[in-house]
């Protein structure tokens, strides 16, 4: 089935009326996408994603009154937030009064269902034209695509992971579908504009994409005399038009003309393309079905790269693969199940069903090779993040209903009585801490803080999130310190516990300090059990806090500090650092 075809949307275009074998197939993809987006809202309703709390964090101190882009009051505004599409929706909600984890995964299920249907509509209103006297068929390729879109796993998690992943790629599944959900242009074009334009401000590779969009619609879209007439014209010169006075605003309000995150992920990390290649593979490997249809398809098919419309598809893949690359792809810690190739669905979507369709020209021997690639796909996602995907979905809505702020975990219940408005926090977990607790906080990865993300150093072989600078951190003093290793290993007295995972480097910056070493306790009665993440706090705080119940010991009475863990201790333990710096270990 060739796209342009049946896309150049002439004169001698006919719309009609489902016969009863499409009307068939359309209700059976719509029954599938109805219940399978049901079971996903319930099963995935609690499955928040941590850095979700980041947005939410924003949003809630904006309704407070502290000001757009402000994370610690009083502080000046830094944008660690991803985007401000979601963040200024949090912060609506929040003014209304809903819960922003009620709000943001009703708004990602939203999205979720409308990438389906809007591709069933896009099918159903396809022009049909007459060839040799006879009408052509409705592509089966929208239909696949519709069913990918709802059973592949990672689409249904992230719709209700508290981010914004799902609107993003749904937003650009629309602008792709435009020529076929719109009918006059004056309809395409308004789409196009306000589609282009909240794709620049959901995410920072917006413009990529509204960019890639657009392109896809112009070879498409009806032969204007005028190029001024054309959707995509008008499309991208509002991406265009929305990247400048969003970069003029940046650099007005904070100072900067790109992200803060650009800073903390994006610039100069040693490992980023090692680390890019390893992902892209990662996720090629994790999705090989759709690879194997798409090379096997471009070996038998060949006629399809003769399509211009294919061609810009495959192209934009390979170049957000490269882009994916460049930044070093996703910290699986940090984002499951790819996060980057959700951001890309539609157009490797697209990509993926247009070869299907091309492969088996029958309809059912189409669906049958679908469902064969999807339950390898989703198969292969369940038995790498089972912990994820396996669970009791029922239990947090019996107890909290689905209409209240989730509620946090027992280690940041049981420390929030602790702290103050005036408690300084160092914190790697950069999400749901400063969300449940309170005080100021400093992002130890630089997300949210601009000196770390502009001063601090990647990890010789670390992640893309390992840029951190631990004497300005330590500089500051901060009441409570996010430890990074495992408590229960460190009361046990372990030879360091965890010290050869990839924030060696720096959880030995923070053992040599001098600062770490004669000024900060470990806290040994929180509630580990809830949360493997060791608490160390400030001398001063500790004092205060041991009224409260907070009991501690000083961290060179810990394992952290034994001298006789030099001698057999891995390379990066926190003894030998100590040793090769010329520290005393005790």
């Not at 999807?374 to 689905?402: E, K, N, Y």
Request: charged share 15%; glycine share 8%.
């Amino acid at each position: 089935m060739n796209l342009g075809t049946f896309a150049a949307l002439s004169d001698d275009r006919e719309t009609s009326a489902l016969s009863a074998g499409e009307f068939a197939k359309l209700r059976a993809v719509q029954a599938v996408v109805t219940v399978a987006s049901a079971f996903s809202l319930v099963w995935f309703f609690n499955a928040t994603l941590e850095d979700a709390h980041i947005t939410f964090r924003y949003a809630r101190n904006m309704a407070l009154g502290w000001g757009f882009g402000v994370w610690n009051e009083g502080a000046p505004a830094v944008e660690g937030f991803t985007s401000t599409l979601w963040t200024l929706l949090i912060y609506a909600g929040f003014k209304l009064g809903l819960s922003p984890f009620a709000l943001a995964k009703m708004l990602g299920w939203l999205a979720y269902v409308a990438a389906p249907l809007a591709c069933c509509a896009a099918w159903s209103r396809w022009p049909l034209r007459r060839v040799d006297s006879a009408r052509t068929a409705r592509p089966d390729w929208l239909l696949y695509a519709a069913v990918v879109f709802t059973l592949y796993l990672p689409f249904s998690w992230y719709a209700l992971s508290g981010m914004e992943a799902t609107a993003f790629y749904a937003e650009l599944t629309l602008l792709l579908l435009v020529p076929w959900l719109f009918a006059r242009r004056s309809g395409r074009v308004v789409a196009s504009v306000v589609l282009s334009s909240l794709l620049v401000v959901s995410r920072p590779e917006g413009v990529l994409l509204a960019a890639i969009g657009n392109l896809h619609q112009y070879v498409v879209e009806p032969k204007e005399r005028s190029v001024l007439a054309r959707p995509s014209f008008w499309g991208l010169g509002s991406a265009g038009a929305a990247i400048l006075l969003l970069t003029a605003f940046r650099y007005l309000h904070f100072g900067e003309f790109v992200p803060n995150t650009y800073f903390a992920k994006g610039h100069g990390g040693p490992s980023h393309v090692v680390q890019g290649f390893i992902y892209v593979a990662d996720c090629l490997l994790s999705t090989f079905p759709v690879a194997l249809v798409v090379i096997f398809a471009l070996v038998k098919k060949r006629r399809l790269l003769a399509d211009r419309s294919f061609r810009v598809l495959l192209g934009s893949v390979l170049l957000y693969g490269a882009y994916m690359i460049k930044v070093g792809g996703d910290p699986k810690s940090a984002f499951p199940m790819w996060r980057h190739v959700v951001h890309l669905a539609p157009l490797w979507v697209f990509l993926f069903a247009r070869c299907l369709e091309a492969l088996f020209t029958q309809f059912r021997a189409g669906v049958l090779g679908l469902a064969l690639a999807l339950f390898v796909c989703d198969a292969t996602v369940v038995a790498r993040q089972r912990d994820l995907l396996v669970r009791d979905p029922l239990a947090s809505l019996r107890r909290f209903g689905p209409f209240t702020n989730e509620p946090p975990l027992e280690l940041f219940s049981w420390l929030a009585p602790f702290t103050s408005s005036d408690t300084l926090s160092a914190v790697v977990l950069g999400g749901q801490w400063p969300y449940y607790t309170h005080g100021r906080f400093i992002d130890m990865l630089g997300l949210t803080d601009a000196h770390v993300a502009k001063f601090g150093k990647f990890a010789k072989f670390g992640p893309v999130d390992s840029k951190t600078d631990v004497p300005h951190v330590l500089s500051r003093h901060p009441d409570v310190i996010d430890g990074y290793l495992d408590p229960v290993a460190l009361e046990r007295g372990a030879c360091p516990p965890q010290m050869t995972g990839f924030r060696a480097e720096m959880l030995g910056q923070l053992i040599a300090s001098p600062i770490f070493r004669d000024h900060y306790y470990f806290v040994t009665n929180a509630p580990y059990h809830s949360f493997a993440r060791a608490i160390f706090v400030k001398d001063s705080f500790y004092e205060r806090s041991q009224s409260a119940g907070m009991q501690a010991v000083r961290v060179t009475d810990t394992a952290l500090y034994r001298g006789d863990c030099v001698a057999d201790a891995p390379p990066n333990t926190a003894a030998k650092i100590l040793a090769r710096l010329g520290m005393p270990v005790r």
